[in-house]
């Protein structure tokens, strides 16, 4: 259930998912949070591979270690970062990345966002000025990027309006309540942020030949607030 | 305790330090790898034949090799440059086709999900 640890893969490659030797479009997202806010357990919902991680190396000054010549002494901490894969229709494989929240991070975080897409910020009714700090990254970042705050049992049940308020949202972004152990409500969430990347982007002068799409069919219902 | 010299303390592929490594600038986390049929030649260090069995039965992108293998992904792509200019594997960027848009990237992501839906 948990990434693959033990033994040699190259030992067993039966555990490793491979991709399919097709011309396939890859593209990632990154699901983003404070601490324990179900960052790993929306990737596992959705991820068609059991969810992997890497070891990355940070300093003590969140440097990532590349960037360190000559110094190797220098004190490092490592972080995971995990993430899964979900192949979808049409050829393409969505990666999701799960990226710390701290802003220690800071540049692993930037190395980690270089070409996604977009953002999906996740936030838990309890504390949800923890997660002003990834938004705050996110911003600088520059990635567009959607909220969605998963409902914990004894969490309190704020309406969306009060949720948008404290978390001063710009009126465009995307909140959404969802439960990141449901595939449906995960689903719905990248949905949400995959629509809202595309209002940001502009209107193409000619589609694309090649690449064209055919028109897409009517959102499915979400939970997905209603936006100007 | 041994007195042989060890050739050097850190391997190759992780003493990556602020070092530019002609080769590796094109690589990203999602780059995807394929193996050749041609098998590394031998003096290159065991994790290039690690990751070239890996790579053996399919093809992965350079963040699944890392994990699998269990090395940082500089290590990873490091390991990945050697072994392209080995002729012994091919790397291809995540997205294939160069005319592709943004914008009909995303499109085809939100059909792609609202199918899944
Ligand atoms: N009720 C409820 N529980 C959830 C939800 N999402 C996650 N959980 C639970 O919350 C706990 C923490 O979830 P994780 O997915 O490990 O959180 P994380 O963000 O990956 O945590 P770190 O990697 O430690 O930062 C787990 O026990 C999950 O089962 C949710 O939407 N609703
Ligand atoms: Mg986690």
């Not at chain 2, 992965?60 to 940082?72: D, I, K, N």
Request: charged share 25%; aromatic share 4%.
């Amino acid at each position: 259930m948990d990434s693959v640890r033990s033994g040699s893969p190259a030992d067993r490659p039966s555990r490793v998912g491979y991709l399919p030797d097709r011309d396939q479009t890859l593209m990632k997202l990154l699901v983003a949070g404070p601490f324990g806010v179900g960052k790993t357990t929306l990737i596992r919902t959705l991820s068609e591979i059991a969810t992997l991680h890497t070891e990355e190396a940070m300093t003590e000054t969140g440097r990532p270690v590349d960037d360190l010549a000559g110094l190797p002494e220098k004190a490092t901490t490592t972080v995971a970062v995990d993430f899964g894969r979900l192949t979808l229709p049409g050829n393409l494989v969505l990666y999701m990345f799960g990226t710390p929240g701290q802003r220690r991070f800071f540049p692993l975080w930037q190395d980690i966002a270089r070409g996604a897409l977009g953002a999906l910020v996740l936030a838990d009714t309890r504390r949800l000025a923890d997660s002003f700090e990834i938004m705050d990254m996110v911003e600088e970042q520059g990635l567009p990027y959607a909220v969605a705050v998963n409902c914990f049992p004894d969490a309190p049940g704020h309406s969306v309006e009060v949720l948008r308020a404290h978390l001063d949202l710009h009126p465009a972004t995307p909140l959404l309540l969802c439960d990141a152990r449901e595939r449906g409500a995960s689903l719905d969430a990248l949905i949400a942020l995959a629509e809202h990347v595309l209002d940001g982007l502009p209107a193409e002068a000619a589609p694309a030949p090649a690449a064209s799409v055919p028109p897409a069919p009517a959102p499915a219902a979400s939970a997905a607030e209603e936006r100007p | 305790m041994t007195a042989v010299p060890r050739r050097r303390m850190v391997p190759a592929y992780l003493a990556t330090g602020g070092r530019t490594r002609p080769g590796t600038a094109g690589f990203d986390r999602l780059t995807v790898l394929f193996a050749d049929r041609a098998e590394p030649p031998r003096e290159l260090e065991p994790e290039h034949h690690r990751l070239w069995e890996l790579l053996r039965p399919g093809a992965l992108t350079v963040v699944e090799a890392a994990a699998h293998l269990r090395l940082p992904v500089s290590a990873t792509v490091f390991l990945a440059a050697d072994l392209v200019e080995a002729g012994c594997l091919r790397a291809r960027a995540p997205i294939p086709r160069a005319q592709q848009t943004d914008r009909s990237i995303v499109e085809r992501l939100l059909v792609g999900l609202r199918a899944l839906r």
